[in-house]
């Protein structure tokens, strides 16, 4: 069974950075899609960032509003997922949540949280002045 750990939120100012983290185990490898959700008060989750594992250079895939701003990685050596947060605004507060798919394909390009089958508990992200 996939267990998924996320570490790293906290509160910063517009402008600032954070590396959110989250750590797999439960199995042997890394699952195919590993992925970062984030969901507001009062709003839907909404996916955040992508990436297909088995391609050691990495696909990723992020969702407009991120774009330019965020880059999701992998360090298989520690079967860790991140997501480096830079430039962020006030519009980012939310709760940050990891996922992990291991079907074969998935149209991660559009970050359903339908496909993702393994989920993280969360990590809390509060950008204000």
């Known amino acids: 069974q996939v267990q998924l750990l996320e570490s790293g939120g906290g509160s910063v100012q517009p402008g600032g950075s954070l590396r959110l983290s989250c750590a797999v185990s439960?199995?042997?490898?890394?699952?195919?899609?590993m992925a970062w959700f984030r969901q507001a008060p009062g709003k839907e989750r909404e996916g955040v960032a992508v990436?297909?594992?088995?391609?050691?250079?990495?696909?990723?895939y992020y969702a407009n509003s991120v774009k330019g701003r965020f880059t999701i990685s992998q360090d298989y050596a520690k079967n860790t997922v991140y997501l480096q947060a830079n430039g962020l605004k006030p519009e980012d507060t939310g709760m940050y949540y990891c996922?992990?798919?291991?079907?074969?394909?998935?149209?991660?390009?559009?970050?359903?949280?339908?496909?993702?089958?393994?989920w993280g508990l969360g990590t809390q992200v509060t950008v204000s002045s």
């Open positions: 996922a992990a798919s291991n079907s074969a394909w998935v149209h991660f390009e559009l970050l359903r949280t339908v496909d993702y089958t393994y």
């Open positions: 439960g199995y042997r490898y890394m699952p195919n899609y």
């Open positions: 990436v297909d594992t088995r391609t050691r250079v990495g696909s990723p």
